[in-house]
């Protein structure tokens, strides 16, 4: 079973509001990543990263940020959230090995609604 | 440029029968791996199975088996004995390239929603 934490599971905020959402996985991976997903539609790959200190921007523009500080930990923040920002966001971690399948392992997800 | 296609937004089935979700791909990537997850009402993606572009054999995990045609760049997951908890939403994923030292970054397809009646 994955060991990987999402808080908070369910968000509602206002329009302008600062907000970090927390990721944390207990299983030494050094690759973690966030999806953003709209209701019943498929992941877009918004950043990743491949360890501490190293962030990327994914396929899907965004205007959230990340940082990597410690190998565990890979919080998402928007500076000033917009109702165009309401979605679900996937943390997701994989480790740095050869043997297949090396799958990611996923968090419960935050659900983000931006009045 | 790399894409997955599942082309049907929705599927039922009745419970104890088999069912097909089909995925199609396409990369210029020899190497490469597919996956398929589910994802319940709850929300998180739980990893089904893997074909790795190399493999031999057709991918099984349990009632999951995977029916990976490279030919045609398809990729079905075929479930055997449908039950009430298979309900959900279920999305085929690609990596182009190795995972190890790579990005092991996936590209997802929209997805098919499968409801299993009793």
């Known amino acids: 079973e994955a060991d990987i934490y999402q808080t908070p599971r369910y968000l509602v905020i206002g329009t302008g509001k600062k907000i970090t959402l927390e990721c944390s996985q207990t299983?030494?991976?050094?690759?973690m990543y966030w999806y953003q997903q709209d209701p019943g539609m498929e992941l877009h790959l918004i950043h990743y990263?491949?360890?501490?200190?190293?962030?990327e921007k994914g396929d899907l523009s965004s205007e959230s940020t990340v940082s990597r500080i410690r190998t565990e930990h890979f919080p998402l923040t928007l500076e000033s959230a917009r109702p165009s920002h309401t979605s679900q966001y996937l943390c997701?971690?994989?480790?740095?090995?050869?043997?297949?399948?090396?799958?990611?392992?996923f968090g419960p997800g935050t659900r983000l609604t931006v009045l | 440029a790399q894409k997955i296609t599942q082309t049907q937004p929705g599927m039922f089935v009745q419970e104890k029968e088999a069912v097909t979700l089909d995925c199609t791909y396409d990369?210029?990537?020899?190497?490469?791996?597919l996956f398929w997850y589910k994802q319940p009402s709850s929300g998180e993606m739980i990893f089904l199975i893997y074909?790795?572009?190399?493999?031999?054999q057709n991918a099984t995990e349990g009632r999951y088996s995977l029916n990976f045609q490279k030919a045609r760049k398809s990729a079905n997951l075929v479930i055997s004995a449908s039950q009430l908890g298979d309900s959900a939403m279920y999305f085929c994923?690609?990596?182009?390239?190795?995972?190890?030292?790579?990005?092991?970054?996936?590209?997802f397809g929209a997805g098919t929603r499968l409801a299993v009646h009793p």
């Open positions: 074909q790795g572009s190399y493999d031999q």
């Open positions: 990369t210029s990537d020899p190497s490469y791996g």
């Open positions: 990263s491949y360890g501490v200190n190293s962030t």
């Open positions: 997701a971690s994989s480790d740095h090995r050869d043997s297949q399948p090396n799958e990611q392992f």
């Open positions: 994923a690609m990596r182009e390239g190795p995972s190890s030292g790579g990005y092991n970054k996936l590209i």
């Open positions: 299983m030494g991976h050094d690759k």
